[in-house]
């Protein structure tokens, strides 16, 4: 199989207004480049290649498990940190974990999604990476008293060709939330 029969995506929920680009703009000002690309969102599959050609089927295994999951509720509070192993400030998730990891888990059980991941799934919002240690403390500690809740209604299938953002492929509703 050649690159050229590859497409890169990613799941994700969209962080909602004002939350999200309150937490895109804090990432922005602790000097983290990816703010300009990657909206503020709950990862449910990170970058992953499949064949451009099973992206049909990927769509359709995405549309039968969201139709199966109900809508739910994330409550985002708190600030939490993957250091020393990886240099990441988040926001943690204090309600929704469970779907969210049924969700990610019922993903890749996809025969076409082949996802190698280094770490075991953290549901989580990344507002600092890859940026100085002090910049890490700051988020950590002016996001330590963050908190939000809202309906989960959907996911994004997102796709990217190698430079700029990425961009939305197609919104899953979940249960009865598209009808």
């Not at 590859?6 to 680009?21: F, H, K």
């Not at 926001?91 to 888990?105: F, N, Q, R």
């Not at 549901?123 to 963050?146: I, K, N, R």
């Amino acid at each position: 199989m050649t690159d050229a029969a590859l497409t890169r995506i990613g799941v994700a929920i969209d962080i909602p207004d004002p939350w999200g680009p309150a937490l895109t703009r804090r990432r922005a000002e602790a000097g983290d480049p990816q703010a300009a690309y990657t909206p503020a969102h709950v990862t449910l599959l990170g970058p992953t290649e499949v064949a451009t050609d099973a992206l049909p089927a990927v769509e359709k295994h995405l549309e039968a498990l969201a139709t199966a999951q109900p809508p739910f509720t994330v409550h985002l509070r708190g600030t939490g940190t993957f250091r020393p192993i990886t240099e990441v400030v988040f926001v943690a998730l204090a309600m929704g974990i469970s779907e969210c990891e049924l969700l990610a888990e019922a993903i890749t059980s996809s025969p076409d999604i082949r996802r190698d991941a280094r770490f075991p799934y953290h549901p989580h919002v990344t507002v600092a990476q890859d940026v100085s240690p002090e910049a890490l403390d700051a988020v950590f500690d002016d996001l330590a008293g963050f908190s939000c809740r809202f309906e989960v209604a959907s996911f994004t299938l997102f796709s990217h060709g190698g430079e700029g953002p990425w961009r939305p492929r197609r919104d899953f509703s979940l249960g009865d939330a598209g009808r």
